[in-house]
């Protein structure tokens, strides 16, 4: 196989419930060599244990098939290869869908390549036995605090193992945890042939990835300098890395979209969620953020070069999610006159009557959407508000009184201050909180999968 | 000497890692680098952030972007799911930061 001069890696979605048009946007208003998206939050995981625990097919991100169904014909014509984490805890399952789907539509020959191993949930009391703590990696606490309590428990894996799928022969590549990064490295690691020593094209594919990772976010979305001279936002196209093999990379986007590429936009990005960005921590290298130069190479056209890395660290990151109590979030809204001085007497009402009742809550929180629910004690009174919405919030681990706190919100609308309205939604009523629970394992205890079949 | 906003001086974006928000400040202009890296100190901002921040403030300088990162430790109210905060990753805390005044010498320029 002769190595391209650059290949194009689209970003299609950056969470789950981002843009449902985006992947199709991406693989079909322009050039685009590989599509990559990304569907884990940290405790979605937990979710999808429960699901697939209720019914074994499922247990995948499912919004992922519709968006298939519009893009494999797209997708097979133009030989596009497509990499996601959708497939959760249940990436085998999410490959029959996928199957099925491309059967229907007549697509031939569709390879798709799952890599698991990730779900090390059935492994934690053997690992706990043979000396890993598995501890808090924020707060250093014991794993068996909350060991009774946990429901997921998922090792990130990197681009390797996606790399050798590519290589495999994969169209599609379903993971399950594996980072954002790593989704957008392993297409450049499998056409570059880049090695593990590599570190700083390595990093710079991972700073690629940190850029494409949150969707429209690096191409105009949540852009704060300028929004308002950000063109059609509603068209907004979602950012393409062009890569190279020595480890530059442009990021662009498809002509004739919406957004923004800029320096600035992609500064944001970069700023995003990072701590200390000398050492930007991945399975496969630790990218320097510092190193990462900048420069604006034509219309909606950034360069990022010259990056910087070393050698990763012995661990793999673990993702664990644990049940923690219920909580319950209510809101009611009050008009002129006097709006904030009603919603503060009806907060104060309801907090006596829930005293009265004995009840005591872990954490009970107060928000006034209008005043101060965004900068809390840094919003400056306001002269007068014309509304205000009264948002009130309880954690316990006693369901009952998360429960009773529901029953004592809309009675305020008859028994408290006046002019209040927007109770449509009812009591609120008890949800369970899912904790997350960072940690670190020996990567020599855990060994990604890769898994390929073919559709006939 | 005279005070000015940061949301002259600066663009951010913020976002959650666990409990703590990390908020990065972009000059908006090269030259304005220097007097942020001076004015915008781990102390300044952990006093700013007075009633939401309970923990420590680290802050990290990425020269070649004329940018900051701030991590503001035990700012969202146990973080991510755990968080009873309207804003519980901390997505508004770029702002909340850009509200900050410094003192800046009387010919201070700012462009347009």
Redesign the interface.
């Known amino acids: 196989m002769k190595q391209k001069d650059f290949i194009r890696i689209a970003s299609g979605q950056g969470y789950w419930g981002d843009l449902p048009q985006a992947p199709y946007w991406q693989v079909s208003k322009g050039p685009t060599d590989y599509l990559v998206m990304d569907f884990l939050a940290?405790?979605t995981m937990s979710i999808l244990q429960k699901q697939k625990s209720r019914d074994p097919k499922l247990g995948y991100a499912k919004d992922l098939l519709p968006m298939m169904e519009q893009i494999l014909p797209f997708v097979a014509e133009r030989n596009i290869k497509v990499i996601t984490n959708g497939g959760g805890v249940n990436p085998q399952a999410c490959r029959d869908a996928i199957f099925e789907i491309a059967g229907k539509a007549g697509v031939k020959g569709l390879k798709i390549g799952v890599v698991y191993g990730d779900d090390i949930f059935g492994r934690i009391d053997d690992l706990l036995g043979t000396g890993q703590d598995l501890k808090n990696m924020?707060t250093g606490e014991s794993l068996k605090s909350v060991r009774q309590r946990l429901q997921s428990a998922n090792v990130y894996f990197g681009a390797f193992p996606i790399a050798d799928a590519l290589a495999e022969g994969a169209q599609i590549v379903l993971t399950g945890r594996a980072t954002d990064t790593g989704l957008t490295l392993a297409p450049m690691i499998y056409e570059f042939g880049w090695k593990e020593k590599d570190y700083d094209k390595l990093a710079a594919g991972i700073v690629a990835g940190h850029i494409l990772e949150c969707g429209g976010q690096s191409s105009g979305g949540?852009y704060?300098?300028d929004w308002r001279n950000v063109p059609d936002l509603a068209h907004i196209g979602f950012p393409i890395a062009e890569a190279h093999p020595d480890g530059t990379v442009y990021i662009t986007k498809h002509q004739g979209t919406g957004g923004l590429v800029s320096v600035?936009t992609i500064?944001?990005?970069?700023?995003?969620?990072?701590?200390?960005?000398?050492e930007y921590i991945t399975p496969e290298v630790i990218a320097d953020?510092?190193?990462?130069?900048?420069e604006q190479a034509g219309e909606n056209r950034v360069k990022v070069f010259d990056v910087k890395g070393s050698e990763a660290t012995e661990f793999y990151k673990v993702s664990m999610a644990y049940s923690?109590g219920f909580?319950a979030?209510g809101t009611l809204t009050y008009g002129w006159p006097d709006a904030l001085e009603k919603a503060q007497a009806a907060d104060r009402i309801m907090r006596q009557r829930l005293e009265d009742l004995g009840h005591k809550f872990e954490?009970f929180?107060t928000?006034f959407?209008g005043y101060n629910?965004?900068?809390?004690?840094?919003s400056p009174m306001p002269a007068e508000l014309n509304e205000v919405v009264l948002?009130v919030?309880?954690?316990d681990k006693d369901r009952e009184a998360v429960d009773a706190f529901g029953r004592q919100l809309v009675p305020l609308v008859l028994t408290g201050p006046p002019t209040v309205t927007g109770f449509g939604g009812g009591r609120p009523k008890p949800q369970e909180?899912?904790?997350?629970w960072?940690s670190l394992i020996p990567k020599k205890l855990v060994k990604p999968v890769v898994e390929l079949a073919g559709l006939k | 000497m005279k005070r000015i906003q940061l949301i002259k001086l600066a663009?951010?974006?913020?976002?959650?890692?666990?409990?703590a928000s990390?908020v990065?400040?972009?000059a908006?202009r090269a030259e304005y680098f220097p007097i942020l890296k001076e004015k915008v100190t781990p102390e300044a901002v952990k006093r700013?952030?007075?009633?939401?921040c309970r923990g420590k403030v680290?802050r990290?300088?990425?020269?070649?972007?004329f940018?900051l990162?701030f991590?503001l430790h035990e700012a969202l109210?146990?973080?991510?799911?755990?968080s009873?905060?309207?804003?519980a990753q901390g997505k508004?805390m770029?702002?909340?930061l850009l509200?900050m005044e410094i003192e800046v010498p009387d010919d201070f320029k700012i462009g347009d």
């Open positions: 940290e405790v924020d949540n704060l300098k600035d500064k944001e990005q970069l700023l995003y969620e990072i701590g200390n960005p000398k953020f510092t190193s990462i130069k900048l923690d909580y979030v954490e929180h928000e959407l629910s965004c900068h809390g004690p840094l948002r919030a309880v954690r909180v899912v904790a997350y960072p | 663009h951010a974006r913020s976002g959650d890692k666990g409990d990390n990065g400040l972009i908006r700013h952030f007075t009633g939401i680290e990290y300088e990425l020269p070649n972007l940018a990162n991590l109210g146990g973080g991510g799911t755990v009873l905060r309207n804003d508004t770029s702002t909340a509200r």
